[in-house]
């Protein structure tokens, strides 16, 4: 079991390295995610061992072959507390640190930073109504050729993820987000920030939070696709930022 769980974690680290894992974290929150993804997974990798190398040996130890006779038993007190006791400790190994990480995420109290983020088909409207920054207001559009889009020209790295105007926000500060829609359901996702929060018309969404901690790319999924990039700067960078479009490399967005 140890050797499994060990195994298991070694592949986890192989698949981060080879990108098949979640986005490399920018913030506390995606590394406890991340952590917490890992921790399940290798439980999950240990039952499944356990269980199924307990079956197949039982099966094979007790062969008909072997003169062995299938017992026959009925209602049996100690195996039935078994098969319950012990699922109910594997749910709460399960059920403790996802919760844990659930609260935190929703914990938008003593936020340094508050935005709202209003969802409108291919683009993203970014209020500053709280802290640095406060009273900015810009609106991010997607900007893949149309020629992409309709299939003349070859799609681009970034097909359908870039923007012209991102949203940034400073390093190391509590950021609080506040998601509406002026149109139908979106979904305002940073993977790399640990942050998904649906858009619902008519209606402010209950906040996310963060503490970025270096930069991070972020898109939003809906009825289409569409990117964003969270950058860190002051407010007095964020309007340079957003007066024109910027030329920095963007990093490699997920497309899982």
């Known amino acids: 079991m140890l050797a499994c769980a060990l195994a298991t ?3 986890c680290g192989a698949a981060q390295a080879l990108e098949w894992n979640l986005q490399p974290a920018a913030s506390s929150m995606a590394a406890t ?3 917490l993804h890992e921790y399940v997974m290798i439980l999950c990798t240990a039952i499944f061992v356990g269980v199924f190398g307990f079956m197949f040996y039982a099966c094979y130890a007790h062969r008909k072959s072997k ?10 007190t100690t195996v039935e507390i078994i098969w319950t006791v012990i699922p109910a400790i594997i749910l709460v190994a399960f059920a403790w640190p996802v919760t844990k990480s659930v609260i935190a995420q929703k914990d938008t109290s003593a936020a340094d930073l508050t935005i709202k983020a209003t969802g409108i088909q291919w683009k993203w409207d970014y209020e ?3 802290g640095e920054g406060e009273g900015i207001h810009v609106l991010s559009t997607i900007t893949t050729p149309r020629d992409q889009i309709e299939g003349r020209e070859p799609k681009g790295e970034h097909y359908l993820l870039e923007v012209d105007n991102d949203l940034v926000v400073p390093i190391g500060k509590k950021v609080r987000i506040l998601t509406t829609a002026a149109d139908v359901v979106h979904a305002w996702w940073v993977p790399a920030l640990g942050l998904k929060q649906d858009a619902i018309p008519g209606s402010a969404a209950s906040a996310s939070s963060c503490a970025a901690r270096s930069t991070a790319s972020c898109r939003s999924w809906c009825a289409s696709c569409r990117r964003k990039t969270i950058r860190s700067g002051s407010a007095r960078r964020r309007r340079r930022c957003w007066r024109r479009p910027t030329t920095r490399p963007r990093p490699t967005p997920s497309r899982s």
């Open 9 to 11: 974690a070694a592949a």
């Open 33 to 35: 995610i991340h952590d």
């Open 67 to 76: 003169g062995h006779v299938a017992a026959q038993f009925h209602e049996n």
């Open 128 to 130: 500053y109504i709280k």
